[in-house]
């Protein structure tokens, strides 16, 4: 008997018209559903309902049962969304009801809970694997000036690794991130951002330049930096470095999806996240820089987490999409 009746099921489901209406519930869903459906009177109409549209009427008389009876039945069964009621032209105008579902599934097994599939990754200013700066150009730690002001050597001494805060007139830092992303993942998002500005001798709020990133090897797109930011002190700027100099930047979140590149927002670029070939090396490089061509080449300042006013690093992120059952 139960061998029959399984292979009934499964000959139903998969011979199922496409014209059964099917609602579909999840175990909270239901819980109105089988409120409305615990009563005799309820599932005779639903099956009597089946013939076609009824009346409040028609269905008293099918069912001898009193017509109050019937009408609070019916509205039972609107309330919850099981039949639908039309007003239609007749002898004055009268309620017809239908019913809406051929079929009633209710699905037991709770949802699996959602994965967080991303990746955070906080890098040093200081740990860039390249670099090409000119002067003005120069890095300093969290309690003093690191080498020589001004000399591009400066930028491959060891303790560079130390800098809280980089500037130069035109050039970059090229970073390389550990690529975290599962084997057989789909990269769907990736955002970077850092606290950069402008730089300028000293500070100079109106001082615009044109500061691009690099993801791969791809280049996402530009922005404008309005000045270099100084005059007052940066929140986690130290004490010892002169309010005159520069003090802070802006925080910036370049994002790179499958509809383009955007920074703040703003859409800057068609460049795309597959375009950036993420799952072909082990590592993601990220470039910011100032091209020596830009049309405003008003250089960079980066800082770290102990100067300016964002207490962060560098900071990539990545959104995957799991296609091969890695988690």
């Keep these: 008997m139960f061998v029959c009746y399984n292979y009934y099921y499964k000959y139903c489901c998969n011979k199922e018209a496409d014209n059964v209406r099917t609602l579909q519930l999840t175990l909270e869903e239901a819980i109105e559903i089988c409120k409305a459906l615990a009563n005799e009177h309820r599932m005779q109409m639903l099956n009597v309902l089946n013939q076609g549209p009824l009346n409040v009427n028609e269905l008293s008389e099918l069912l ?93 001494e060891p303790g560079r690794k130390d800098a809280q805060l980089i500037w130069f007139r035109s050039g970059y830092l090229e970073y390389r991130f550990p690529n975290r992303v599962p084997y057989g993942a789909r990269t769907e998002k990736i955002e970077l951002s850092a606290e950069v500005c402008s730089e300028a001798p000293y500070h100079k709020l109106d001082w615009p330049s044109d500061i691009t990133l690099w993801m791969n090897g791809v280049e996402v797109g530009t922005w404008t930096s309005p000045g270099d930011l100084g005059g007052k002190r940066g929140f986690l700027t130290p004490d010892w470095w002169a309010t005159h100099n520069t003090q802070y930047g802006l925080l910036k979140r370049w994002q790179i999806n499958d509809k383009g590149s955007f920074i703040d927002g703003t859409r800057i670029s068609d460049v795309t996240v597959d375009k950036l070939n993420i799952s072909e090396k082990p590592f993601i490089s990220v470039r910011l820089g100032v091209k020596k061509d830009a049309l405003n080449t008003g250089g960079m300042n980066m800082f770290g987490k102990r100067f300016g006013n964002y207490e962060q690093d560098l900071i990539l992120k990545i959104n995957y999409a799991n296609t091969s059952g890695i988690k």
């Design 64 to 156: 001898q049962i009193p017509f109050s009876t019937a009408a609070v039945n019916v509205k039972k069964l609107e309330d919850a969304g099981i039949i639908s009621t039309e007003i239609v032209p007749g002898r004055g105008s009268q309620k017809v009801n239908s019913k809406k579902y051929d079929r009633i599934v209710i699905n037991l097994k709770l949802p699996e809970p959602q994965l967080e599939n991303n990746v955070i990754l906080d890098m040093p200013i200081g740990e860039y694997t390249d670099c090409e700066a000119e002067p003005t150009c120069g890095l300093v730690g969290e309690h003093s000036i690191l080498s020589i002001i001004d000399d591009p050597r400066s930028f491959y």
